[in-house]
């Protein structure tokens, strides 16, 4: 990888992560839903991403690893689900757990078969 590939992904991976940010920051005051919301729009973008671009390694590396990693909070979400633990909402908890794994295993699923249909479109 370039140097000039190293710093894509470098900005892509902050963008990411003022979105996340932005995402957070709204007036809602639900940050447990901002937080799932951001790790299943990253799976989707991810998973589209990765089938759209499969010849190209750098721009994966920048948009899947920089952008929509920065995008995604495995911490955020692994402390709010504890947080939900201690504060005695198991049921809240799981619901967090299940919607942010399987969510977004669904979600990169479904990115990985738009990305398929997407990609015969950009080959050509």
């Known amino acids: 990888m370039s140097a000039i590939e190293l710093l894509g992904l470098a900005a892509a991976g902050g963008l990411g992560a ?11 005051r639900r940050p447990v839903r901002a937080t799932i919301l951001v790790n299943l729009v990253a799976s989707l973008l991810a998973g589209a991403l990765t ?10 590396a920048v948009l899947v690893t920089g952008f929509c990693g920065g995008l995604s909070t495995y911490s955020a979400f692994a402390v709010q689900a504890v947080e ?26 479904a990115g990985l078969l738009v990305g398929a249909l997407l990609a015969p479109a950009t080959a050509a």
């Open 84 to 109: 939900q633990l201690e504060g005695r909402r198991s049921g809240r908890a799981l619901a967090t757990i299940a919607a942010t794994v399987l969510g977004g295993a669904l979600a990169a699923s």
């Open 51 to 60: 089938g759209v671009l499969v010849l190209d390694d750098a721009w994966r």
């Open 18 to 28: 003022v979105v996340r940010f932005l995402a957070g920051a709204l007036p809602h």
